[in-house]
């Protein structure tokens, strides 16, 4: 549905500009182009370090997929690994590692599970990695935020650019035109990345990455449930408030 919305407001638009004879091409100006895309993402490199404009812009393809987080699937496995522990001890669980199904966080709370972490320790271990992996999404989200910001400002730098130029050629209604035109296309690009793309990816960013961490969340209650030696109907009783969750 990302992909919808955003095909639909580029469909508005570009109808609206075509209703009384508006031409698609005045849409088009490269300077105007250049002003904005450059100067926003120029602001946000000097804002943000690179690492995290990194793993912001491989994380935008986000916008066009939809995470699979199988929370039924995650809430069988942790009970059924609940009763193997307490029939075989945690090292029976060590073969389960094996499984490439498991992403990251699984993984490493198990291991900590099968190398006998004492329940508390493992507690903090596990809230340490979800308060980590929060504050890497939520500054991932910032990036987008930021460019949303940036982006009508610049827009506007943009308009002022092309007045200048149209200023110095009053006597040119040529260059005139093409400097007016800079000026107005350049404020549309800054207020169109920012309400329609680069605003509603930062939220929908963070929409997601607060799916994940649910998801991680039940991966956490069940692995201390287990550490803690609970019964099955104990844990069965702490995972099914997740287990209805869809995507």
């Known amino acids: 549905m990302a992909l919808v919305g955003l095909l639909l407001a580029l469909l508005c638009i570009t109808l ?14 490269v300077p105007a182009l250049l002003i904005v895309l450059g100067g926003t993402l120029g602001a946000v490199l000097l804002q943000t370090p690179w690492p995290q404009c990194r793993a ?23 009970l059924r690994w609940s009763n193997e522990a307490r029939q075989a001890g945690f090292l029976a669980l060590e073969p389960r590692l094996a499984n490439g199904e498991l992403d990251a966080f699984t993984r490493q709370g198990l291991q900590w599970l099968v190398d006998g972490t004492e329940p508390a320790a493992l507690e903090q271990l596990l809230d340490n990695e979800l308060d980590r992996l929060e504050e890497q999404k939520e500054l991932e989200a910032r990036v987008f935020e930021a460019m949303g910001g940036y982006s ?6 943009g308009a002022v650019l ?8 009053l006597d040119d209604p040529n260059r005139l035109g093409a400097g007016i035109a800079v000026a ?9 990345f920012a309400n329609l793309l680069l605003l509603p990816l930062a939220n929908r960013l963070r929409a997601q990455y607060r799916l994940e961490l649910r998801y991680r969340e039940l991966t956490a209650i069940g692995l201390l449930a287990i550490a803690r ?3 099955s109907l104990a844990v069965s009783r702490q995972l099914g408030q997740y287990q209805g969750m869809r995507q």
């Open 152 to 157: 009508p400002t610049i827009g506007i730098v």
């Open 229 to 231: 030696g609970e019964g």
């Open 184 to 192: 107005f296309v350049a404020t549309l690009y800054g207020v169109g």
């Open 162 to 169: 092309g007045l200048i130029q149209a200023m110095s050629h």
């Open 56 to 78: 912001a812009f491989r994380a935008s393809a986000m916008l066009f997929r939809n995470p699979h987080w199988p929370f039924q699937e995650q809430a069988s496995r942790l």
């Open 16 to 29: 609206a500009q075509l209703w009384h004879g508006g031409s698609l091409w005045g849409l088009l100006d």
